[in-house]
Each structure stands twice: as structure tokens, then as C-alpha cells.
């Protein structure tokens, strides 16, 4: 089956950065933003500009320097927000207006305080003023997926006929179930007039753990936009991760046969870069990215992974550009893999010694989470000195001269 591309629309340096503790200077983000180029997203949406003076610089900077990707910034639909995003977009090579407005009652009754008809009324008047600006406006209905389906269409219809080019419905509050947004997605593109003229996109939130699993289904259900921040970072409980869409497409070509412009071996660095940026680490164990998504600790994994990498892994580690360390040495780990990870520490080791340096490493991974190198440099040390064989002939470099017991007191190579 031919492959149909989906776009990737990278908003960490808007709906990322609102996030809590993740605010970034200026220079930060158009570091981040150069990063993102590299790593092959379609859009960047480089900041809200109405939110301050800086903000609308830094977009307009990034607008400037960042030259591939369309260039996008967030504007709610009043004369000011519009005004401000126009101005910072205006040098971009392809600028991109991103207006909103909630669509739901809830959020037109409690915060807007609007009525629907007044709603509909300032959705078209943003996208006609945005399209004397730009000929690329994507409109969002906020809260989308809690609005009522009648009156959202109507809304779609309404600014699809003013000049919206691509129509963004967002499950804001991470609410919605994969079966939900593809009936979702499905519904409306066959109920509005002129849906195949414009491109459909998703915005999901993950307050369920659900974004990604949303995100596909609603490319299931016609949308071809997927917004998305790396490392998944968003208000809240986050976005959809970056990250995982991309590599969901990429190693299920057989259920989803998408293509995305994303440089799938900058994902890791992308990542390490945000981390970095905003002193938020990755949590250990995520998808893709996350220090242990390539590590095997168990002995019959480590020992599988040995043999042939696929019996426990479905993509490499250099499909995402992540270092390839897979000997995590800890208790659960078997002989083979200790006999491995000496030899890439230059030391040769088999039969009784093997035996020996693994009860000796057994010993220490008691007290530990993880076995570090430091820690089988002292043990193979201290085997091959109570073997009594000079230590200057075997060893590459000095092993401490600590013995084995006392290790559980250094505290050095915790490896956490
Ligand atoms: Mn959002």
C-alpha cells in the first residue's frame, strides 16, 4: 500500500513550555527550535506571542533564523492576539497563524461567557483577519471533543468557508478513548462540506495516558496532522509524545502505512536536549527515549539480546539514535552478561575466575540498584589479586585496591 504522509506539528515550544517548570529562554528556544528542524518536523509552533513581549520575539527570531519548517504561533481570536502573532510570523519562509476558540458549552458558558452564535461569529471574523495575514490559518476548536457535534461542525463549516487551511480539533483535557476519536474524526470529516479541501489534526492530551493511542486513531479516522511535543511534555499530565508517534508509524508500517518527515535517529538527541534545557529529566522507563527503553537486566533477556537483539527488542537502539548499552549489569543478571560486559572492559575472563568475579558482583548488586563499571573493575581486582596473580600483568589500569566486602560502604557507581 502506498504511503500517505502525516505531518508532524511540534508544539513543545508552546504547549510544552506552559507546562510547569519547563519555561525556557529565549536562546533556549531557538536552540530547540534549530533541533527541531534537524529533526524533520513540518511545523514548529514556536510560542504564544500575546503572552509577552519576549515571547513574540523569540517567535519572530525563530521565524527569522529557522528556515524549512512552517512557522507557527498561537493567537485566540480577538483583534490583538491576531495582531501580534501576524507581526511575529512575518519573516518566517512559511508563516502560519494558529487560532482557537472553545467550542464546548462548558467552556462557553463557565470561562468565555459567550453564547454559541457569538462563539461562531469570532471563529470566522479570526480566520478572515488571519488570512489577510497568511495564506496558511489553522483554526482549533478547544475542547473539541467535549463540544457538541452539531454545533462543531457548524463551526468547522463556518471557518473552512473563510479560509481555514487545516482544522485542528483537540481532545484538550485528555478525555476521549481511541474508539471515541475515530468515531470523532470519521463523523465530522463525512458531515462537513469541503472537509477533503483542508487537512484534519489532532491535538491530544495524555491526562488518561491516552495521547498516543488517541493520536493514531485519529489518523485512523482521516486526520493527517498529529500535534505532538517531545518527550511528551504539555499542560498537565502532557501531550502525546513526539517520539512515540513517530515510531509507532515507523515499526508498524504493516497496521499503519504513514510516512512522517521526522529523522527518526535525532529523536534521542532532541530529547536529551529538552531534558537538558529545562532540568527536567525522562523518566527511566519511557518509551523510546527513557535511559532504559534499550536496557535488559535479566539474565534470560540479556542472554536473548546476546544471541539475536530481536527476541526482546522491536526497533534499535540506533533507529532513534540512542546509545546502545544493553548489559545493564544488577541481580537479575546471568554469567554470559558479566562475562560480557569484562571483555569490553579488556578483561578476558572464564571458567572459576568467571565464576568467582560473578559471586563477587552478585554480592555488591545485594546493596544496589545497578552494578556500574567501577564496581567490576574493584571485584575482578580483588578476584585476581586473591588468586594471587600480579595484578600489573592482567589488569588494563589500576584497579582500587579496596576489597570486595568493603565496597558496599564506598558508595561510588551507584549507577542510579
Ligand atoms: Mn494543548
Known sequence: ?????????????????????????????????????????????????????????????????????????????????????????????????????????????????ITRE?????????????????????????DATRSDLDFLCRVVEAVIKVGATTINLPDTVGYSTPDDIYEFFTEIRSRVPNSDKVVFSTHCHDDLGLGVANSLAAVKGGARQVECTVNGI??????????????????????????????????????EMLAKLTGQGVQVNKAIVGRNAFAHEAGIHQDGVLKDRRTYEIMSAADVGAPWNPLVLGKHSGRHAVQKRCAALGF????????????????????????GDDDIIAVVGAVRRAAAVPAEANEPFDAPATPVPAMHESGYGHGV
Open 1 to 113: 500500500m502506498a504511503q500517505e504522509q502525516v505531518r508532524i506539528f511540534d508544539t513543545t515550544l508552546r504547549d510544552g513550555e506552559q507546562a510547569p517548570g519547563f519555561s525556557l529562554r529565549p536562546s533556549e528556544k531557538i536552540q530547540l527550535a534549530r533541533q527541531l528542524d534537524t529533526l524533520g518536523v513540518d511545523v514548529i509552533e514556536a510560542g504564544y506571542p500575546i503572552a509577552s513581549a519576549a515571547e513574540a520575539d523569540a517567535v519572530r527570531r525563530i521565524a527569522t533564523e529557522v528556515r524549512r519548517p512552517i512557522i507557527a504561533c498561537l493567537a485566540r481570536c480577538h483583534p490583538a492576539d491576531l495582531e501580534r502573532a501576524a507581526w511575529a510570523i512575518q519573516p518566517a519562509a512559511q508563516g502560519r497563524i494558529h487560532t482557537f476558540i472553545a467550542t464546548s458549552d462548558l467552556h462557553l458558558k463557565a470561562k468565555l461567557r
Open 118 to 142: 457569538q462563539c461562531l461569529d469570532a471563529a470566522v471574523d479570526a480566520v478572515r483577519y488571519a488570512r489577510r495575514h497568511t495564506f496558511d490559518v489553522q483554526f482549533s476548536a478547544e
Open 348 to 371: 578476558e575472563i572464564e571458567g572459576d575466575e568467571l565464576v568467582r568475579v560473578y559471586r563477587g558482583l552478585m554480592a555488591v548488586a545485594d546493596d544496589r540498584k545497578t552494578i
Open 234 to 271: 504539555g499542560e498537565r499530565a502532557g501531550n502525546a509524545a513526539l517520539e512515540e508517534i513517530v515510531m509507532a508509524f515507523h515499526v508498524r508500517q504493516d497496521r499503519m502505512p504513514f510516512r512522517t518527515n521526522v529523522v527518526t535517529q535525532q529523536l534521542y538527541g532532541s530529547s
